[in-house]
């Protein structure tokens, strides 16, 4: 993503080569008459995508009455969120349609669990209200700086633009460790709902004696949530700025053009 920092030549040579722009008609043409030989809906990252979302609906089916069900589809479908995208590099299918695919999935998917954890908690029903909006705002607004920048992937975050966005979206294993520690801590507290036996470790200390495997699961992953919504904090901000930035120099631009 380039910086708007008012330097008119190291704009230009900041900016990633953008894509090239295609014509909306030509490309429902040619999605409409793409060969089964390369035709992008079938691209195995892409499958795996769909399967994900099999798996999802499958999970928010068993949600209300069986949580091992729910427990185990839910897990499956975010654990292959992990592998498409290398099956999309190992076999040179990545696609912008993937990419998409992969967020809105992720998306939906944790929005319609903290949607049921709203019903389980109702005390709590405000604060996961806000993440469903922090995390579709931030990454909404992220993806759309990413486009009016030129950049080919939202992924693609330079250490000057943020830091904290470079290390989370260029390390793949501190990517999966802060996505996987959310969704293990939503699972845990959906999984609170329903295990209440304690695990034993009551000789240990008093106050541990009531514990359960899910509730040390939500302990031990609520930081990395917390992380992780730092992070969505950050994107939204970042994103905010590369929008106002592009505003001023586009109105830069055209007072420029009056005179």
């Known amino acids: 993503m380039g910086k708007h920092d008012g330097k008119n030549n190291s704009k230009g040579s900041r ?3 953008s894509i090239d722009v295609v014509d909306a008609k030509v490309a429902v043409d040619l999605a409409t008459a793409q060969t089964y030989s390369e035709n992008v809906f079938l691209f195995v990252p892409n499958l795996i995508g769909y399967t994900r979302i099999l798996l999802a609906g499958l999970s928010l089916h068993f949600m209300s009455y069986h949580p091992k069900y729910c427990t185990i589809a839910y897990v499956v479908s975010c654990l292959l969120d992990a592998v498409d995208g290398q099956a999309a590099r190992a076999l040179n299918q990545t ?10 999935t992720d998306r939906c998917t944790t929005s319609c669990l903290l949607c049921y954890l709203s019903s389980a908690y109702p005390s709590w029903a405000l604060f996961f209200q806000f993440l469903i909006a922090l995390d579709f705002s931030s990454h909404y607004m992220h993806m759309y700086s990413s486009l009016v920048t030129g950049s080919r992937s939202h992924k693609l975050v330079t250490s000057d633009v943020s830091r904290i ?9 501190t990517l999966f460790f802060f996505c996987a520690g959310n969704e293990l801590f939503f699972v845990s507290l959906y999984l609170m709902a329903w295990v209440h036996t304690p695990i034993g470790l009551g000789p240990y200390h008093p106050w541990l004696a009531e514990l359960t495997w899910p509730q040390l699961m939500a302990s031990l992953s609520l930081p990395v949530c917390f992380g992780k919504n730092v ?12 929008l106002v930035g592009v505003d001023l120099a586009e109105r830069a631009a055209a007072r420029e053009s009056k005179q």
């Not at 696609?95 to 809105?104: H, P, R, W, Y």
């Not at 992070?231 to 590369?242: C, P």
């Open 15 to 17: 900016r990633r080569p």
């Open 95 to 104: 696609s912008k349609f993937g990419a998409v695919l992969d967020m809105v």
């Open 165 to 173: 966005l470079w290390y989370y979206y260029n390390d793949s294993r």
């Open 231 to 242: 992070i969505n904090v950050v994107q939204l901000w970042k994103a905010s700025k590369i």
